[in-house]
């Protein structure tokens, strides 16, 4: 067996998988504390949801005053989230830009090849155990399971806000 031939065979590969997609999730949640300030951006989400359900009820009751405050604020809360949608448009783009070049990365060294197995039947997809998966679900699993941890470390919840914080 050559060298490095034993990265492309289960559970090894597995592995490599597992190790890449908790470094593409290191490196996103790492960009996204970065490039976006959470305790920042918890506010201006707050202050936009009250301005909008504001603007919602003046509307509703026909509050001409509350209008009329509420248009003073409008250019500044039109800011806020102008830097609220940079600050996530700048983080996707580069988290894109990097999974696409991980993505092909890995399609280019393990397409076509059964990277881990399932030791169980799955119903409805397979009648006998192990059943072989190819780096395509492999990855998705793996991505799904290193984010969920490292989006807790790093206290950054999916939709871009803070992790809920509780007191005892």
């Known amino acids: ?15 490599t998988i597992l190790g890449v997609a908790f470094l593409m999730s290191f490196t996103t949640n790492l ?10 951006f918890a506010i201006w ?4 949801k009250s301005y909008n359900a ?11 005053k509350l209008l009329s405050k509420l ?11 102008s830097r609220m949608v ?9 988290t894109f830009g990097l999974f696409f070049l991980v993505w092909q990365g890995l399609l280019l060294l393990y397409s076509g090849a059964d990277v881990a197995y399932v030791p ?21 699993i793996c991505s799904f399971f290193s984010n969920s941890i ?14 809920p914080q509780t007191t005892s």
Do not use: C, H
């Open 54 to 64: 504001d603007k919602e009820r003046a509307k509703r009751t026909g509050d001409k």
């Open 120 to 140: 169980f039947g799955i119903p409805f997809l397979t009648t006998q155990p192990p059943y072989p998966i190819q780096v395509y679900i492999w990855y998705i």
């Open 1 to 15: 067996m050559p060298s490095s031939e034993w990265l492309f065979t289960p559970p090894f590969s597995a592995l």
């Open 31 to 40: 960009l996204n504390r970065k490039l976006i300030n959470q305790e920042e």
């Open 71 to 81: 248009k003073k604020q409008e250019k500044r809360i039109s800011q806020m989230q």
């Open 150 to 163: 490292l989006s807790r470390v790093f206290g950054i919840k999916m939709g871009m806000g803070l992790q």
């Open 45 to 48: 989400q707050n202050e936009t």
């Open 86 to 94: 940079k600050g996530q448009t700048l983080n996707l783009v580069i």
